[in-house]
């Protein structure tokens, strides 16, 4: 099973160039996150789509732009790429509406801004 | 303000000995604790979970405590395998924040055969 799928895996910019990741998941899950991990620092939260039509800023939202595209795609978009924005993203997906379950991981999209 | 900590990046130890993975939190409305582990180039591996209700939680070599007086978790490993050598995220999850999971900036763990 493909579980969560995220394009590109690897991807170079220039400052201000726009750009946006990919994320599907194939378990019907209700509930999308995107992360970002920096160098000694745990994932931090970006955007959520808790359900199909939602979407809600994290902790870091400030330059980027999320669309739940449908149940099964969540895309993360930068507007004006900065290298603040080097960093690796990984998307998640999990079925919240039954109590609690756990966040299932894509393999992550490894970004750097130059 | 980190709400998840885990205050040792790094830890080794011999096959075939416990591990004792450490997290602290400070949010007292946390109602789930993750275990996670990341291989490089992977995304995290959801690997054990416990509620606040609970205070132990097994799952095979896996065992996660909580000791809600102390706002400390810790994950024991037992017996370590080279192969658990990877970087374990702890992380919680709020009730009252649509299942956003906070998480800990990571252990390196290292299992020396």
């Known amino acids: 099973n493909a579980g969560v799928t995220q394009t590109p895996k690897f991807q170079v910019l220039k400052t201000g160039q726009s750009m946006t990741l990919q994320c599907a998941q194939d378990m019907n899950h209700n509930s999308m996150y995107w992360y970002r991990q920096d160098p000694g620092m745990g994932l931090r939260l970006i955007y959520y789509?808790?359900?199909?039509?939602?979407?809600d800023k994290g902790e870091v939202p400030n330059g980027y732009n999320v669309s739940r595209l449908n149940k099964r795609e969540f895309s993360l978009r930068l507007e004006s790429a900065a290298p603040s924005q080097t960093s690796v993203y990984f998307c998640a997906s999990s079925e919240a509406r039954t109590g609690f379950q756990p966040q299932h991981f894509g393999d992550g999209t490894r970004l750097s801004i130059l | 303000d980190q709400q998840v900590k885990q205050n040792s990046p790094s830890l080794s130890v011999q096959e075939g000995r416990i591990s004792i993975l450490n997290c602290d939190y400070t949010?007292?409305?946390?109602?789930?604790f993750l275990w996670y582990k990341k291989y490089p180039a992977e995304g995290p591996t959801f690997l054990i979970s416990i509620s606040s209700i609970k205070d132990k939680n097994e799952d095979g070599r896996f065992t996660v405590f909580l000791n809600k007086s102390a706002k400390h978790l810790s994950l024991h490993i037992v017996p370590s395998q080279p192969g658990d050598s990877a970087v374990y995220f702890c992380a919680a999850v709020s009730s009252g924040s649509a299942r956003q999971l906070t998480f800990g900036s990571g252990t390196q763990l290292t299992v020396l055969p």
């Open positions: 789509s808790a359900s199909e039509g939602t979407t």
């Open positions: 949010n007292s409305m946390f109602d789930y």
